[in-house]
């Protein structure tokens, strides 16, 4: 990848930080998750326009608990004071339920509680690479079901996969969704084994947030949460999903 002059390195292979927007989609290419500091303009219409320089947006599904931003279809409002909906503080992959599932999140702070709400990323890639001895031979050729808790979309995946364009391979599992593991050799590590190697402090990075921040991430590479807020505080964040395409 070439030389981006906006471009800093906070995790090598993993994790990069650019002032522009125009670099997001080549800093994508060897990170799992690009963070645009500070951005000025905040509003809906201008992060729908940022995701459309990654793919396609999909549009906003009727949620109660994530519901479209005024100015954009495809801009979903997540607030925690809004009614519960998925359980974001576990480890997941942003709609693994789908055949085809989204490639790219886009989330930007809108209103940050004065403590908590940082959001964790964790690094498949590295994840995969660094298996415990017979994990990958165990793994070759298994899948996972994952299954929308709340609506039953039903997707089946790979436990490994290549990363599109990169050729890498990455651990693609769910704590949030998936229900099984099927195929698996021995030594047979369970579906509970698998999320808690992939949490790993060695793997994991913390974002914390500031007014504005843009925050990109690779769904077929990275698993995130969201950690707890302050009691009596408050999150706002305005989110797009981008489309797969395999």
């Not at 993993?14 to 998750?33: K, P």
């Not at 690094?123 to 017979?134: F, S, T």
């Not at 391979?169 to 998936?178: G, I, T």
């Amino acid at each position: 990848m070439p030389s981006l002059v906006g471009m800093k390195t906070v995790r090598e292979g993993f994790v990069a930080e650019t002032a522009s927007a125009d670099e997001v989609r080549q800093a994508l290419a060897g990170h799992g998750v690009v963070v645009v500091r500070g951005r000025p303009d905040p509003d809906a219409a201008a992060l729908e326009e940022f995701a459309r320089a990654l793919g396609a947006p999909q549009p906003v599904p009727q949620l109660r608990y994530y519901p479209p931003c005024q100015g954009s279809a495809y801009v979903h409002v997540i607030d925690s004071a809004a009614e519960k909906g998925p359980d974001v503080a576990r480890w997941h992959t942003d709609q693994s339920f789908l055949p085809d599932p989204a490639r790219y999140t886009v989330l930007q702070a809108q209103l940050l509680p004065a403590r908590g709400g940082d959001t964790l990323f964790a690094d498949m890639v590295r994840a995969c690479e660094e298996l415990p001895p017979g994990w990958r031979e165990a793994l070759d050729g298994a899948t996972g079901t994952h299954v929308h808790p709340l609506r039953g979309e039903t997707a089946r995946h790979p436990v490994v996969i290549t990363v599109p364009g990169s050729g890498l391979r990455a651990l693609y599992v769910n704590d949030w969704c998936q229900t099984d593991l099927r195929g698996v050799g021995q030594p047979a590590p369970t579906l509970a084994d698998l999320i808690a190697h992939a949490a790993r402090e060695e793997f994991v990075h913390r974002h914390r947030w500031s007014p504005g921040d843009i925050v990109v991430w690779d769904n077929r590479r990275v698993l995130h949460r969201a950690t707890p807020i302050g009691p009596g505080t408050r999150r706002i964040m305005h989110r797009v999903v981008v489309a797969g395409g395999r």
